[in-house]
């Protein structure tokens, strides 16, 4: 997996994410959810620098003309519930894409606070075959989430390129998925931080992004 870490090149990315990671200022739900969509808008603008176009031709009210088109069939899923801003965000810029949903969720043990199980229950998908696959989540920690929704989406048919778009990602999981997925499969993230801790967040991270975008859950 081709790994592309956008926050290595000073530009405004920098500063959403500084204000998402903030506690003094991702409080603010609308301003959180907003950083995230436009982390998302500028994660599929440099994702569209590796698709396929094709030159097709117009007119403007003085002549003809031509551009490049783009020259692929994009379905966008986003794992719920924390990946609908970013979700939101790639649409903006790819206007004709096809949508998929995927809810993923951390299962307690119940003899150990540490230990976790993610389970996928639902699934809402177009056919994927030959289809370029964008699987959006804000937070990749420890992969598993992905992974299993990569499985599952299996079943919707096999997609022709994989592109994977995060906010923050851990090394440890971003390991895990790239040994995962084959070589020419992409990964567009804002920031790698370096660790876990015990409970699989990531640190230094930002905390739980769905709750800070829509609330605590029960």
Same mark, same amino acid.
């Given at each position: 997996?081709?790994?592309?870490d956008?926050?290595? @090149?000073?530009?405004i990315?920098?500063?959403f ?7 003094s ?12 969509e ?5 994660? @599929? ?23 490049? @088109? ?16 970013l ?8 206007? &004709? ?9 951390r299962?307690?043990?119940?003899t @150990?606070? &540490? ?28 992969g ?7 499985k ?35 990964l567009?993230?804002?920031?790698? &931080?370096?660790r ?15 709750d800070l ?6």
């Amino acid at each position: 997996m081709k790994i592309h870490d956008i926050s290595k @090149s000073n530009s405004i990315l920098n500063h959403f994410l500084h204000q998402i990671r903030d506690e003094s200022i991702q409080s603010d739900r609308m301003k959180f959810r907003r950083n995230i969509e436009r982390i998302g808008e500028i994660l @599929s603008y440099e994702m569209s620098k590796t698709l396929e176009f094709q030159t097709k031709k117009f007119h403007t009210p003085l002549s003809a003309s031509s551009y490049e @088109s783009l020259n692929e069939e994009i379905v966008v899923c986003s794992i719920l519930r924390a990946g609908i801003p970013l979700h939101t965000g790639v649409l903006n810029y790819f206007d &004709d894409a096809d949508s998929a949903f995927v809810s993923a969720y951390r299962k307690q043990s119940e003899t @150990s606070e &540490d230990d976790f199980d993610i389970v996928v229950e639902y699934l809402s998908s177009p056919n994927l075959e030959d289809k370029t696959l964008v699987l959006v989540d804000p937070m990749l920690a420890t992969g598993l989430s992905m992974l299993n929704v990569l499985k599952a989406l299996k079943k919707v048919g096999t997609p022709k390129s994989i592109h994977i778009l995060s906010v923050i990602g851990a090394q440890p999981g971003i390991d895990l998925v790239s040994n995962y997925l084959p070589e020419h499969a992409h990964l567009w993230i804002g920031s790698i &931080d370096e660790r876990l801790n015990e409970k699989g967040y990531i640190i230094p991270g930002l905390g739980d992004a769905g709750d800070l975008a829509y609330g605590k859950k029960m």
